[in-house]
């Protein structure tokens, strides 16, 4: 009996931590506020080779940074849509990171099985360190490194609106 219910209760926070539905915050700040800026010279990420990475490294850009799993289905569902817009934003100065808090060995599995060409990085915090409390969740960061959008839930990213709307953030 305990199996069982340990495997639903497994299951269950496995279906809640993902969602299809779409949220958008804009978090680029008004006058006067403090602006979440990319500032880190230390880094809770790294590339898939282990050598540690910051998101400021990437200052100059606009990073789409997205939080995903290879459980996620919703994460998984929109990695087509995701690929077409990396390719479509590129001229707009552009870099899109997938970073999972999995194992190098899970995302060089999936990247190889799925051949999603995007630039994978392990995610080495914690969730709540990130206000991440479902996945996927993507942060939009324009070229001063500021975090202007956050965006929660499966998001078809090749949409006109979306792509206009990426296209516009500053």
């Known amino acids: 009996m305990g199996l069982k219910v340990s495997i639903f209760t497994a299951i269950l926070s496995l279906l809640i931590s993902c969602k299809k539905g779409v949220k958008v915050e804009d978090t680029s700040a008004k006058k006067g506020e ?72 899970v995302i060089k599995d999936f990247k190889e099985k799925r051949n999603f060409d995007f630039k994978y990085i392990k995610y080495n915090g914690s969730w709540a360190e990130e206000q991440i409390n ?17 965006i929660i839930g499966g998001v078809v990213w090749d949409s006109p609106e979306v792509l206009q709307k990426l296209k516009e953030t500053h």
């Open 134 to 150: 479902s996945l996927p969740t993507t942060y939009i960061y324009n070229e001063e490194g500021e975090k202007v959008e956050k």
């Open 34 to 105: 403090n602006i979440e800026k990319i500032t880190e010279a230390t880094s809770q990420f790294e590339d898939l080779e282990g050598n540690p990475i910051a998101i400021a490294d990437y200052k100059g850009k606009r990073v789409l940074l997205n939080y995903w799993a290879t459980w996620c289905r919703p994460c998984i569902e929109e990695m087509p849509s995701l690929l077409r817009s990396q390719a479509i934003l590129e001229k707009e100065n552009y870099i899109f990171l997938l970073a999972s808090d999995q194992t190098l060995e």
